[in-house]
């Protein structure tokens, strides 16, 4: 028999190796000593967690299977705000992305003249985070043209329906996050020459204009505090589940390409341009 000896309570589970978990992972060790375990983007299985105490389940791919093959805690870096996850007692953690309100505030300074967004989410699990989504767009005055969807082909043949729109607007559903979709939505894009808000800088870096991307560091210091109150005593329910600290990236080649003025207020504040 084989035992594994453990350095820590905590386990970091993440994606993969590279970029953006590597940023979170030093933020989570910031906080606590943790062992660390990659997926290799979905090509290995979890691991036997159940001798941690806490697992940080790094990635939003990850999240549902740590939660799946671990019967402890867990916190998640980068949580999706799904109805099922939004219910889950055992988890706790920090989301994707900075609230709604803050990144529609950005696409309003962005693109003063919006009135109507383009989004597309599966209903069957992004049902409750589409009424907030939607009451912070109406906030600031923006209407929102939805479209559901449960695969890529879905989204392409949704995006085919909108015509009339300002902008696409990512938000952070699983299926839009897919790789297939966001080449269908970046097709679209080049094709009716609307700009697309993407989820995080990656997309940004892929094809998307602009975004109020997660920092990393804060966001695996945020998941690494959790986890040490975890350790201390407190539940991941009484701890909750909280923004990560958004930072504005653009590209501006895609700027160029469709003919997009950044304004200057929008420029001094971005922490990365792609050229």
Avoid: H
Wanted: net charge positive.
């Amino acid at each position: 028999m084989i035992f594994l000896l453990l350095s820590a309570e905590v386990a970091v589970v993440k994606w993969g190796d590279g970029e953006p978990w590597n940023t979170i992972e030093a933020g989570i060790k910031k906080i606590v000593e943790a062992d660390v375990f990659s997926l290799d983007r979905g090509k290995k299985g979890v691991p036997n967690l159940q001798n941690y105490k806490v697992v940080i389940a790094c990635g939003w791919q990850t999240v549902e299977k740590v939660l799946s093959a671990f019967s402890g805690n867990v916190v998640g870096a980068g949580i999706l705000p799904e109805d099922n996850l939004k219910k889950e007692k055992r988890l706790c953690g920090v989301y994707l992305v900075p609230s709604f309100m803050d990144q529609l505030a950005l696409l309003r300074e962005f693109l003063p003249g919006v009135k109507k967004i383009g989004v597309v989410f599966n209903i069957d699990k992004s049902s409750s985070m589409m009424k907030d989504f939607e009451a912070a767009a109406t906030n600031l005055g923006i209407s929102c043209e939805k479209a559901t969807a449960q695969t890529p082909g879905q989204v392409n043949i949704a995006l085919k329906f909108m015509k009339e729109i300002d902008a696409f607007f990512m938000v952070p559903d699983e299926v839009v996050l897919q790789d297939a979709s966001f080449k269908f939505i970046l097709m679209a894009s080049y094709g009716n020459l609307f700009p697309v808000y993407g989820v995080t800088r990656e997309y940004v870096k892929a094809g998307a204009l602009f975004s109020l991307s997660p920092d990393y560091m804060d966001m695996g210091e945020k998941a690494g505090n959790m986890a040490k109150k975890i350790l201390g005593g407190s539940k991941p329910s009484s701890l909750g589940k909280v923004y990560p600290r958004g930072e504005v990236v653009i590209n501006l080649r895609i700027a160029e390409k469709l003919g997009v003025d950044i304004p200057r207020s929008v420029m001094s504040k971005a922490k990365e341009v792609f050229k």
